[in-house]
């Protein structure tokens, strides 16, 4: 062969200058087609580092146009010439260049995932240059609990992230503060970045989630400007892949266990309470019980029939289920990628009436036209029926009077089940209360990509999200929900909205080496957005028939309709360049420029800087001698400019007006339309809230990965904060009389803390595995000015955090040996609740050392609802095919003002219950937390018994799986079969025993109580 080559080249030199173009020419194709005749299938496998097959291994050539994937059994073939240069790529592991031919590959694990590519906000880098803060979660991390909500896969999993679940009410969603709170006013929620544009998480099925990058800083966030005031999180959806089609069906079924709230008082417990109480009150406990019962008959006679009622049972009497399937095909070739999937969820509540019905259909569609050429699609359509239970019922529960019948004799509630008392249940009776809300929502995203020279991306996105729903509800008669304050009995309304959300971004990105050791990156955008909501209300009052509901408007003899519009839009630039230095030295800069509507002209544009520095110091050759340990050593500094709008909506620059248009004036005895101030009054000089934040960050990887993480301090300090500011009479900005608020740019605020990620790798063998994750967040949150001073009646306080409890604080019960001028001091009795006063200093400069009657000056700040400690600890173990994770939650630090706790009203009507389990004072208990028996409409200070320490720990989850031999599940034609078995909220321990019984994380709330949860899964890959 080379023979023949050496004499067509010599023939081609001895051709004249006139054909030498062409025969050059025909060299070339002779030369291609002879290498072409010595391609040949080449076949190797790709093992771990156990020796076991990797299935789904990327296998390409350098020049990426020849390409396999690795099957079941970790082979791959591929037409190439001998000894071509190959790189493996395999998420989880260190990727790898070898020489086709060899007939195993070992791949081994990247333990530090330094390799991995990290989305950072319009471009993604390697995990290795990251400069800013950022924090990433796998796919196989969000998913190994069942849920439909990513942000409860990411609760304690990522530092500095504060996800809580305070409502255990079907579809309710969590709260996720991202290093505390920065606004007084303002949304202090995360931005997130669904597939490159803003979007919703509740819309995205986490099984559909590829990864989750949580950006913290400012240098990591600014890229967002204001958007990103309080950190960004960036999902990214699943593509199809290049090889042979993957189908996954995920199913599983859940229901629920007991739930986490209090039950009110019945048989003897409820006797003697109220036995404690008549005795308060008259001096003697009841002769019998007809006396206690104040004579009335028909509540002697269920008591003597004990007809006791747990009306909470009863309430949460309908066993919750969760059950989802999800199916989704993956397939690819090396010109169209595709990934589709198609969801169904169904949840039942505690309360026969809270129902959600979920369908999602997603397509995710990548094409590739030419060598510089790509566009493709994300889109996602969702459609939900959803029926909300009212969020009064179980409240309404506790303190019902639990005597009589609750059922008729054909087995329907009873209104009036006793003698002027009403069922709490009166939502369940039949067509007396409805709420059901059906949405729609489309997302879609088309982009094209051109790569016209090498190095340069240019890139044009659109999105538009469309988001419709319809309300329908209806108030019977009978029902226990609180009506709206215009509408009469029964009542019933229809509510219809449409949300436009229209985004279209340009993406420009150059990169380049200048010289050998010298890297740069430049990242162009320009965004534009529009906003649009439309809304319109039709209510009606006075039907006829139930069954109608708010199906027949018309039948309403009193009518009502409103209907409402709101736009906004938003035009931003941005600019963003990578710098680093032999990957050793690395800097970030950007800069954004954001404008919007809703700001008065002159304050509309601001821009948004930042900038962050790396040192790879592991890479340096001094750490040399180091390696042996050292894995991975990496310095940060991060200082950065963001703005929030603070709360202020599409017209909040403007003075608000309303019409009235028939009553509330009368002239001559006739109403006559007028129009009134109402909202806020309008302010000319509104400009964005700017957060001035600095990051200092430290990652490392000890022990050839035994060991890795990361440590984070940042500080937040807010200027310019808007604030809602109530405007002097004297200025005329008032509203039927009363002052209007105004907003202003006049308040600070501050926060600063530290935060950490600890991994370790215990045991790593072919059978068994055994991971740790630590995280953990200290975080302190304060005002650090207001323009008034505190503002006592918002819970606004200089030197406090935002979310501050002010209330009396607790000091146990006056007890019946208190002296009688002690008690004549404080204006109290024995059996009350006793509270540490304030001193108060008279004109003379004599303090009375706090020696005085209650009055609300003896108030203080007793905490906040932020944890000063977040942390989560999650532990993975496998052995075979068995794998278990247990994760596990504290919050410490917090402070619950509990809603439900205030139940205990210590109260002497009989119509009116009481909490159970309460140990309450009495002359021969003198030790009991809650006061006396009947004292309760005489005491001034009984929310002092409300304020708690919420501090707990939990374990969140507890998953067990098993996952079927490769042997079995290819002889029924599955790649895998696991099975597994999830456990929510098995167990909860607090620090204050009084909330012993209920759970922390709702923070007090007498609403939908959480419970705990039992799920059986499968999920299956053909």
């Not at 990251?130 to 990522?158: A, H």
Request: net charge neutral; proline share 3%.
């Amino acid at each position: 062969m080379e023979n023949y080559k050496k004499l067509v080249f010599s023939f081609l030199a001895i051709t004249s200058c006139g054909i030498l173009q062409p025969v050059t020419v025909l060299a070339d194709k002779v030369t291609s087609n002879l290498s072409m005749m010595q391609q040949r299938q080449v076949t190797g496998k790709v093992v771990d580092e156990n020796g076991d097959p990797l299935i789904g291994v990327t296998v390409k050539t350098l020049s990426g146009k020849v390409g396999a994937v690795t099957d079941l059994n970790g082979n791959f073939s591929m037409d190439i010439p001998a000894g071509t240069k190959l790189q493996l790529s395999y998420t989880g592991y260190k990727p790898i260049t070898v020489s086709a031919g060899a007939p195993v590959f070992k791949m081994k694990p990247d333990v530090l995932g330094l390799n991995e590519v990290v989305a950072i906000g319009y471009g993604t880098v390697k995990k290795k240059d990251l400069t800013g803060s950022v924090t990433t979660i796998k796919n196989k991390d969000i998913v190994v609990n069942p849920t439909s909500n990513v942000m409860e896969s990411l609760q304690g999993k990522i530092a500095g992230l504060d996800v809580t679940k305070s409502s255990g009410e079907i579809g309710s969603g969590v709260t996720a503060l991202l290093r505390g709170s920065r606004s007084i006013y303002g949304d202090n929620t995360p931005l997130f970045i669904v597939d490159g544009l803003p979007g919703s998480y509740d819309e995205v099925n986490p099984g559909d989630i590829e990864s989750v990058d949580v950006m913290k800083d400012a240098s990591a966030t600014a890229i967002y400007g204001s958007a990103g005031a309080n950190g960004v999180i960036i999902i990214t959806t699943k593509r199809g892949k290049a090889g042979k089609a993957r189908v996954n069906f995920d199913a599983y079924y859940g229901f629920s266990g007991k739930a986490s709230f209090k039950h009110g008082m019945t048989g003897d417990e409820w006797t003697n309470y109220y036995r404690e109480a008549y005795k308060y009150k008259n001096g003697s406990y009841p002769d019998n019980i007809t006396a206690l019962m104040g004579g009335t008959q028909e509540y002697v006679d269920a008591y003597n029939s004990g007809k006791w009622i747990d009306w909470v049972d009863k309430a949460s009497g309908n066993t919750a289920t969760t059950q989802k399937y999800a199916l989704s095909v993956t397939k690819g070739t090396d010109k169209t990628n595709i990934y589709t999937s198609v969801i169904y969820s169904n949840d039942e509540g505690l309360l026969e009436n809270d129902n959600l019905k979920k369908y999602a259909l997603r397509l995710n569609l990548d094409q590739t036209l030419s060598s510089w050429a790509k566009m493709g699609v994300t889109s996602n359509l969702t459609y939900s029926i959803r029926n909300r239970g009212n969020n009064n019922t179980f409240s309404s529960a506790i303190n019902a009077f639990p005597l009589g019948d609750v059922y008729d004799k054909d087995g329907n509630l009873n209104f009036e089940y006793i003698l002027n008392q009403y069922t709490p249940l009166g939502d369940l009776i039949k067509n007396q209360y409805a709420n059901n809300t059906r949405t729609t929502y489309v997302n879609a995203t088309g982009y094209i990509d051109l790569t016209p020279v090498k190095n340069l991306t240019l890139r044009t996105q659109l999105n538009v999200a469309l988001n419709h729903y319809r309300l329908g509800e209806y108030w019977g008669a009978e029902c226990t929900a609180k009506r709206p304050s215009y509408a009469g009995s029964p009542s019933s309304g229809i509510t219809e909205g449409d949300n436009y959300n229209y985004t279209w971004e340009n993406i420009i990105s150059y990169k380049t080496r200048l010289w050998n050791d010298h890297n740069l990156s430049f990242t162009g955008v320009t965004s534009w957005q529009k906003n649009s909501e439309e809304n319109l209300l039709t209510n009606g009052s006075g039907q006829d028939l139930d069954i109608w509901q708010y199906w027949r408007l018309i039948a309403a003899t009193n009518d009502r309709i409103e209907s409402s519009y709101t736009q906004t839009q938003k035009m931003s630039y941005a600019v963003r360049f990578n710098y680093d230095y032999k990957g050793k030295y690395l800097f970030t800069f950007s800069n954004r420029w954001d404008g919007v509507s809703f700001f008065t002209e002159g304050n509309k544009w601001d821009s948004f800087p930042a900038a962050a520095v790396a040192w790879r110091i592991s890479d340096e050759n001094f750490m040399k001698k180091c390696q042996s340990w050292l894995d991975n050593l990496k310095l940060r500094i991060g200082w950065g400019v963001t703005g929030n709008s603070g709360g202020v909506g599409a017209y909040s620059t403007q003075t608000n007006a309303y019409k009235y248009p028939q009553w509330g004036v009368s002239v001559g005895g006739t109403y006559v339309p007028f129009t009134q101030y109402s909202g806020t009054y309008g302010s000319q000089s509104l400009g964005w809230e700017k957060s001035y934040n600095w990051n200092l960050g430290i990652d490392f990887g000890l022990f050839d990965g035994f060991i890795d993480g990361s440590v984070d301090a940042f500080h937040t300090t807010t200027r310019g904060l808007l604030y809602k500011r109530t405007m002097p009479v004297t200025s005329g900005s008032t509203g039927w009389g009363s002052p209007l608020p105004s907003w202003q740019n006049i308040a600070k605020t501050s926060n600063h803390g530290v935060e950490f990620t600890i991994n370790s790798h215990n045991i790593n063998t072919k059978d068994f595995t055994w991971g740790t994750t630590l995280t953990g967040t200290w975080e302190k949150e304060k005002i650090e000015s207001l323009p008034d001073g505190d503002l006592i009646s918002e819970n606004l306080f200089v030197g406090k955090p935002i979310h501050s409890i002010y209330n009396y604080q607790y000091a146990g019960i006056w007890s019946s040996s208190t002296s009688a001028a002690d008690l004549a001091a404080y204006g109290v009795k024995p059996g009350w609740v006793k509270i540490n006063t304030l001193p108060v200093t008279d004109s003379e400069g004599n303090s009375d050392n706090g020696v005085h009657k209650y009055s609300i000056n003896d108030r203080k700040v007793l905490g906040h609802t932020n944890p000063d400690w977040v942390i989560g600890l999650n532990n993975s173990l496998t052995y075979k095919g068995f794998d278990l994770s247990v994760f596990a939650m504290l919050r410490y630090g917090q402070t619950i003002y509990s809603s439900l706790l205030g139940y205990y009203t210590a109260g002497s009507s009989i119509g009116t219950n009481q909490l159970s389990g309460v140990n309450y004072w009495t002359e021969s208990n003198q030790g009991g937390y809650y006061p006396v028996p009947g004292s309760g409409e005489e005491q001034t200070v009984m929310s002092a018994l409300r304020v708690h320490d919420g501090s707990f720990i939990k374990i969140k989850n507890i998953t067990f799986g098993y996952t079927l031999p490769q042997s079995i599940s290819k002889h029924v034609f599955m790649d895998k079969c696991r099975f597994y078995f999830t456990c929510y909220n098995p167990f909860i321990f607090v620090k204050d025993k009084q909330l012993k019984g209920t759970d922390p994380e709702m923070g007090g709330s007498d609403s939908f109580p959480t419970y705990k949860q039992f799920v059986f899964g499968v999920n299956i890959t053909l």
